[in-house]
């Protein structure tokens, strides 16, 4: 797992309140963690805090596993940065 990838995990499971050590790419959240929509607000405010970027409405229709969000945030980082 990368570094970036690695800091994604770790967001998500402070806001998750479980061990990062649970946390694969190949997590779903929803079968796999059993987040709900506000889980998953959470989530998405935690890492808009932590990586500086901003969700569209629809990002998280898109978004299934850790590795889905990762490449979200890292694609959305870059831009932010270009």
């Known amino acids: 797992m990368s570094d970036?990838?690695?800091r994604v995990c770790e967001t998500v499971?402070?806001?998750?309140?479980c061990s990062p050590e649970r946390l694969r790419l190949s997590t779903h959240f929803t079968?796999?963690?059993?987040i709900d929509?506000?889980?998953a607000i959470e989530v998405m405010i935690d890492i808009e805090d932590a990586f500086g970027i901003e969700f569209p409405d629809d990002a998280m229709e898109r978004i299934f596993t850790i590795g889905d969000l990762a490449g979200f945030v890292e694609g959305a980082s870059a831009n932010a940065a270009a």
């Open 37 to 39: 929509s506000l889980d």
């Open 31 to 34: 079968r796999d963690l059993g």
């Open 13 to 17: 499971s402070r806001a998750l309140h």
């Open 4 to 6: 970036f990838a690695a």
